[in-house]
């Protein structure tokens, strides 16, 4: 998804604990000493536990029934005790624990427990104080299953009872007493009692069962290797289990690696595609870490109701559904395969990036996630070269640099002080950005030297824990380019997005010199302060006699001048060469006009920075619209699928925010049917024989644009015909009918061309079906209506059993989005929050802010503020979300008052 160092603890009960005699530290301390240690260790640690007590194993003895409403546990932490106090400060949220002691050698000390904060910290009151060393913290328990998809929480689906984890970042605490923070990463030994016909799964495979009586038994498993809390993971209930086999040794690894695939029951024989492409991806990134696989086996999980994509879990990946389930992929879209290729490679690299090498504190989490992105990327693009994955990173960086311009965007390495900055590490910034910004220096470094960094860093920290310093010094190591620490630094500990304008100067026969000045960009209406700089590689692409060449610097202060090692004046100069520089760009308009009559000599990853560059400029009121609608011309004729659908977001800002008359927004209809009209004629709707994934997603983008935006009424006639022939009239699908890439498109187009019976139909097939791909396609396209009555219905249904809690969201989430029903999502929001929170889970309740979002003027962010101004503080997160939220509102505005009066003229007209 979302290492033996050790933490700090507070300084006054560090100056307390330190007063001790060091003749008695150990033996039980005076009653004086006692009463001081108290007191300082009394305060709790609403942030890292500290040093004074360490885990250093776990002994978990779960019984775990998915048919009833809670489950218990016995668990025993042996521990070092470093500093001796009658105070211990352990987690547990929503545990009814009804026994806890300390045994020091064969003495029992008696404790109490008590939870002192809704984080779930308690504190453990011993009957005397215990001497310095190693004891043994016992607990007896019970918890109920959570019912918010965190912790150990139950899902009921297709009539059966199951019980799944979701432990990142703070949530083990809800199924056992624990030390959870990654930096104390000890072994674990495991047991759980259940039912002798379910399914058991955790972090290693089982060596034996004992009988438990009644139907029980207890599995044993094998002793982990030292993991953090959060990467223990628990599937309980009759799942199919599908093995398949072992993936063999290879030249990294001499032993062989059980594989199997887990599913809800009756869904296993779904997992074919995933589990046949596994080998591939793991075998890639042996290769790249030239380590094996860290673990000594692999389930992959399918959750039936899941709140993220998926979970790294050591030994037992977790995913959504809808990623894993894709049969023998013959009847998946290539939106679909993909996403599973994605999300897949991102998790298995977390073996190696987190589950191996594990951050010492979440302020480190982008060594876990940016690292992830990145090398999921990379090498789902080696084991499968050609599929598109080879500019995932660099397309993901380019979307994240709108939320980095904002003025409350936080760095990539962020100061983790509270469980509210824990919750918005996961964001942006730290996947896309960080991936983006990894990128960038492996292409400065080159790809061997960058490789040599990574693989030094695995064997340095294999089994601990590391931090930024840690990394940063593998890496000049391993790279041998010390010079590299401060210009990454630069990227890590500040944040925005830089801007970097160019303007070249030829002058006769002289050297041709680009001066380059660099800032933070921001868009029209911020008050951000601009003055700020980075470390940037800067390289430099431009035209020559020959055909290009190429130029790198390091732009260190806010202006430079620099010599091109050419004879004659470029005829054109691209500010980022193929790029992998995260940052904007801006030339004059001589610089601008050459590069466009130039286009065919950048590659597609420079045609979108270019328009990247060119809409960030709009927003900035740095470029005008007749401007943008030019450069939409050229884009779209491109052969290249992502830089001819690259102006659709542009071309959905005008209509939906910029364009104040139907008479515009006709025209930005009507520019739309222009652009790709002829080109969705020659794909047509149904795919070709040895039609290559490239124009299957083509296909997907054009038909959802032309439709959308397009307001092509022949073809949406078209897709409720055959968004009818797909429903069918009774249960089953017919997947003929409709290309698998365009049905979330037709079903969304069939609900508002159709009555409300057609929508009340779809709605009771989807609440029906067990298929989660199915099951998302039909909600999403109820949730997004524009009708009054149906959007009301869906709203009724987000209290509603029958859809699940990932479910509730995306329907939430989407009305704000639709602008005919933002209003009465928002009364409904101010009256029925404690319908949806319950819903989401705690590290993604701060996101309830977004509820407003969809606004834009001041005075609608000042009535988001009043609302949730005395309620963000209680929401994980909440802050930061609600300040952002308030931003984006605001920004919207000014970007209305800038440009909407152009934009209604220039649309009309046409």
Known sequence: MMRAWR??????????LAACDDDTQTQQTSTSEQDQATVAADAIPHGQLGDSVVPTHYQLDLTILPTKDSFSGAVAIDVAINEPSSILWVHGNDLDVSDVWLTVGDQRIDASYEQVDPTGIARISLDSTPPKGPATLSFQYTAPFNGALEGLYKVTEGGEDYAFTQFEATSARLAFPSFDEPAFKTPFDISVTAKATDAVITATPEVSQTEAGDGLVTRHYETTPPLPTYLIAFAVGPLDVVDFGDLPPNEVRDRPLPLRGVAAKGKGDQLGYALENTQAIIEAQERYFNVAFPYPKLDIIAVPDFAAGAMENVGAITYREQLLLLGDGSQASEGQKRAYASVHSHELAHQWFGNLVTPKWWDDIWLNESFATWMGNKSVDMAFPGRGFATATFRGALGVMGSDSLATARQIREPIRSNHDIATAFDGITYRKGGGVLAMFEAFLGEDAFREGVRLHM????????????????????????????????????????????????????????????????????????????????????????????????????????????????????????????????????????????????????????????????????????????????????????????????????????????????????????????????????????????????????????????????????????????????????????????????????????????????????????????????????????????????????????????????????????????????????????????????????????????????????????????????????????????????????????????????????
């Open 7 to 16: 933490l700090l603890i507070g300084a006054a009960a560090l100056s307390a």
């Open 459 to 910: 064997k340095r920290f294999a089994n601990d824990v590391a931090d930024v310093n840690d990394f940063m010094q593998s890496l000049a190591d391993g790279a041998n380019r010390p010079d590299v620490v401060d210009a990454f630094r630069s990227f890590l500990f500040q944040p925005g997005v830089p801007i970097v304008r160019a303007e070249l100067s030829c002058d006769g026969d002289a050297i041709p010199r680009v001066t380059l000045n660099q800032s933070r960009y921001f868009p029209v209406g911020s008050e951000g302060d601009r003055d700020q700089t980075w470390k940037i590689p800067v390289c430099m692409a431009y035209g020559t006699a020959e055909g290009r060449d190429r130029f790198c610097t390091v732009l260190s202060e806010a202006e430079a001048t620099i010599e091109l090692p050419s004879q004659s004046c470029p005829a054109w100069l691209m500010p980022n060469d193929n790029g992998s520089g995260y940052y904007r760009m801006a030339l004059d308009e001589q610089g601008w006009s050459a590069l466009f009559s130039n286009f065919d000599a950048l590659n597609e990853r420079e045609a979108q920075a270019l328009l990247g560059s060119l809409s960030a400029a709009y927003r900035s009121d740095d470029a005008s619209t007749a401007t943008m609608v030019d450069a939409f011309g050229i884009l779209a004729k491109a052969d290249n699928r992502e830089v001819a659908t690259q102006p659709v977001s542009d071309l959905g800002l005008m209509y939906g925010r910029l364009a104040q008359s139907e008479a515009a927004k006709d025209g930005i209809s009507a520019l739309v049917r222009d652009l790709y009209g002829d080109r969705l004629q020659s794909l047509g709707l149904e795919a070709a024989a040895g039609e290559t994934g490239e124009t299957h997603l083509l296909r997907g983008s054009l038909v959802s644009t032309m439709a959308n935006l397009g307001k092509d009424e022949a073809l949406r006639a078209t897709l409720v015909e055959r968004a009818k022939a797909y429903l069918g009239d009774g249960e089953e699908l017919d997947n003929s009918a409709l290309d698998a890439g365009i049905v979330g498109t037709a079903l969304a187009v069939a609900v508002e061309e159709e009555d409300f019976n057609f929508a009340q139909t779809l709605l009771d097939r989807a609440l029906a079906s067990r298929d989660a791909t199915f099951r998302q396609r039909a909600l999403g396209a109820l949730a997004s209506s524009p009708a009054d009555d149906v959007a009301s219905l869906m709203r009724s249904m987000i209290g509603d059993e029958r859809v699940r809690d990932n479910e509730a969201i995306l329907i939430a989430f989407s009305q704000v989005g639709v602008s005919e029903q933002r209003e009465a999502m928002w009364e409904w929001v101010q009256g029925n929050l404690d319908v949806l929170l319950p819903r989401i889970p705690t590290w993604r309740k701060g996101a309830i802010a977004n509820m407003g979002g969809g606004f834009c003027s001041v005075e609608r962010a000042e009535e988001v503020n009043a609302f949730f101004a005395d309620k963000v503080d209680d929401l994980e997160g909440g802050p930061r979300e609600l300040a952002q939220t308030l931003e984006r509102i605001r920004l919207c505005a000014a970007l209305v008052d800038a440009k909407a009066e152009q934009v209604t003229s220039y649309f009309s007209a046409r």
